[in-house]
């Protein structure tokens, strides 16, 4: 009876955790895409098959270790040695994972296929943040990733400096960022929804802090986030906002940012150019709002030690006015 | 054949001694060649590591026990879990495994030392000069922070320009050559050292565990060798073996890398399999179920071992069809293990169970080795690597694989050969207060990383952000941590309590099967003074006496096998599969030229790390002049 009330206590505590722990969180079984929603299948095939042949072993574990016991000399076995060995741990074994070899097989045939028609997109792996191209569109943007609901995605990943992973759990498994070489991975979401991912390959010191969003949106929606921004708007919108881009142009800022339409190039940071409409900074590591993004320009290394970004020194009337343009990059 | 009992031998012990041990004091220490002062040396030195890399562990685990915490910085976190993996993988598991094996090879296989003794030795001061390298890096307070694993082009010279990752890169090198040379040593002994009688299918399991594990290391090390000496080529001096924009690859390296890597695993879990095997076996009152079957599966292990390693490369973008191949290969090598899994339940199921401390770590280990090979299983299934690997379930997947697989049957190996090792008893009372704390402490520590996983964490982060859903399930698993730590911490205190005021150990105090039992405890520095004869896979419960081959001499075999073999300083070489015996071998005696020779590669290393031109040449100078005076002394050491 101990092993299977150890499981069934085990199980229950599983469950009581994942429960407690799903909302809000990257689950990677509360699928959002079809290559998840395989996966969560295969998972719950073999989790099925996992508490089964945990209980049952972990039973003859148990009555093997305590039988002997009972009496002096021990009871005489219906089950010979090799009954045990070819049976549990050849016979039964072979035809579980001749299961999962088919779940395998079946999962991977229906998954990253080529489809017709789908929206390219290209993120390149860059320390500690992500470009995000849209090449038929024209325009980068940065850490978030837009896809309309429904249409097949390819996403073309490519690495800047060392090797990153692409990881959207409730979309789908990891696809790695390699320098030299042009991996893709085609994938679909179902749901609308802002979806939690992160780099998932040890790229140096702040991969902690290499985080994105995708944001999935139904096909208009995703028209209209599009058009906005092959089509940004021509300059400032007001006197604030114009000295703010003064100061951003004579700053170091403009150095390794660029703001299509401006003179500000760079490219060691992320684009600049929708800035304002993104919902968080530093690679999904802080919420975009006025204060964060002060001290983010301030010093981002109190937020994301040993980030590229350093600390700059300027005077307060100038942030603000910084801060007034920035926040009107939408 | 005549066979005489176990009776007086004639031969003054005292005399044994004299011829036989080593010098006192520091020259002694210094050349040694006796393979249980070795072992021992080994096992103590492994478990300073661990215990270090434990401590990293705890830290780590406190900086990840609360969101956005501050217990340490990214640089110092980062360079820890760098530390901590390969602290436990090249200066723990494997040479700890190689101390076991040192010391128990000769004893258990019924001979008076290993086949080169001096290589023994020079193995050993390999090992423990490259963990001095390596923790230099700590002393000058720039350790490496590439990861265990040490993926380029993050480690390249460009991304990670300091001296950090020349230590890790030379170190690993340097490394290596004491793994290789000691499997070298393991194969030829327990081939051709073995009992007179000891034929091939009478071999103890550990024996075949151990020659299962250093033909892999043969095999695979070289690898992991190549991949880390191409890294310091391009670090050191500008190639261009794994820098893509010159022609070079970066998956070169993770191939290279991974061909070791993953038979590695299987070189630290089959040897502690095999400790296993020998713990159950005597604890159920009975042989081994199916000895034939798992001795197969030891080696079916080795050879599937090597077709595995993309399993570690799914995410990276190779064809479905090629990763098919090494997911199925995955799911196959599950088939051995169940193997020797019923083989132990069989066992257990047909005899008698004593729940003695090294039982129960057997037990442990197999209630976790279970789910950790369930999990391994899961990682095999392509799709679903695609989401786990990297992420936290790994984490906990291979914990339950090195830690409670390996680690168990390390601590239950410990609690067993103590007595024998020692002379004296550990405490059976700690030591089962020991082993449900580590036990209960590693399924809190661990069992929740599983979950982790699923929740999108993945490995390597030093922080994380609250509301995610990963704040409780990290306290849990800080709180495990502790528990498991303190619980290894008790069979340290029960480990140097013993030393000194544990009850004397009789000769067999388990009442077990193997030759090592029928020595002294702790043995002879000559093991045998009469090499005994065996006529049965279980020599000390089926050969009542155990006779020695004294007679055998006079008949066929060489005067070795005499304690008169004893007293001339030999062993004895018998044929490989009937272990026939064949000649005599002259035992070397102490001598300082493996410590000069590791010293002048030491040296050398330390010239490359530096870069300095001339250190390194006086290092490679004092390798060639221990070397030659090594190939020179030959003759008359061994006359």
Redesign the interface.
Known sequence: MRAPARLAFVAAGLVFLTACSTHGSPYMFDPKGPEAHRITSVWWLMFTLAAVVYVVVAGFIFVAAFRGRRSETGKPSRITDNGFIVVGGIAVPFVILMVLAWATVDATNHVRRPEKNPLKIEVVGKRWWWSVEYPDQHFTTANEVHVPVGRPIELGLDAADVIHSFWVPQIGGKVDLIPGQHNVWRFKVDEPGTYRGQCAEYCGVQHAHMAFLVVAESPAAFDTWALRRENPPSGPTGQLEATGQMVFMRSPCAGCHTIRGTAATGTIGPDLTDVGSRKMLGAATVPNDEGHLAGWILDAQTIKPGALMPPISIEPRDLQALLAYLRSLK | MAIADIAPLGVDEHELEEIWSDAPGIPGFFSTVDHKRIGMRYIYTAFFFFFVSGLMALVMRSQLSAPDNHVV???TF?QMFTMHGTTMIFLFNTPVLAGFANYLLPIELGTRDMAFPRLNAFSYWIFVLSGIFLYASFVVGKMP?G?WFG?T??TSKV?NPGINLDFWGLGIVFVGISTTVGAVNFIVTSFKLRAPGMTINRIPIFVWAVLSMAFMILFAVPAVTLATALLELDRLFGTAFFV??LG????LYQHLFWFWGHPEVYILFVPATGMVSMIITVF?RRPL??YI?VATALIAIAFISFGVWVHHMF???MP?QAM?FF??VS??I??PS??????W?????????E?TTPMLFA?GF??IF??GG??G??V????????????YFVVAHFHYVLNGAVVFPIFGAIYFWYPKMVGRKLSERWGHISFWMMFIGFNVAF??MH?LG???M????????S????D??NLISAIGAVIFAVGTGITLVNWVHGRWWGPKAEDNPWDADSLEWSTTSPPPEYNFAAIPVVASRHPLWEQHPLPHAEALVDEEGPKSLSAEGALHHQNTETTGLDARPERALELPHPTYLPFVLALGLAVFFVGLLVKATIVGAFGVGMALVGLTWWAWRTDVDLS
Not at chain 2, 338 to 343: L, N
Not at chain 2, 345 to 353: D, E, H, L, P, Q
Not at chain 2, 458 to 465: F, I
């Open positions: 910085s990214p640089y980062n922070d990861g993926y082009p993050y991304y893509p924009h070079g690859s970066t998956l159920s179920a199916g079957w995410a990276t973008g479905i098919s997911s199925a799911l196959i599950a088939i169940g193997v020797q899994f019923f083989a339940i069989a066992t257990m199921w047909r005899g008698k169970v729940f037990m197999l209630l279970l789910l369930i999990t299983v899961m095999a299934v392509l799709p679903f690597d695609w989401q786990v690997t990297d992420s069992f929740p979950i699923f929740l999108g993945p490995r390597r982060v030093y922080t994380y952000p509301g995610l859903g990963w409780h399930l």
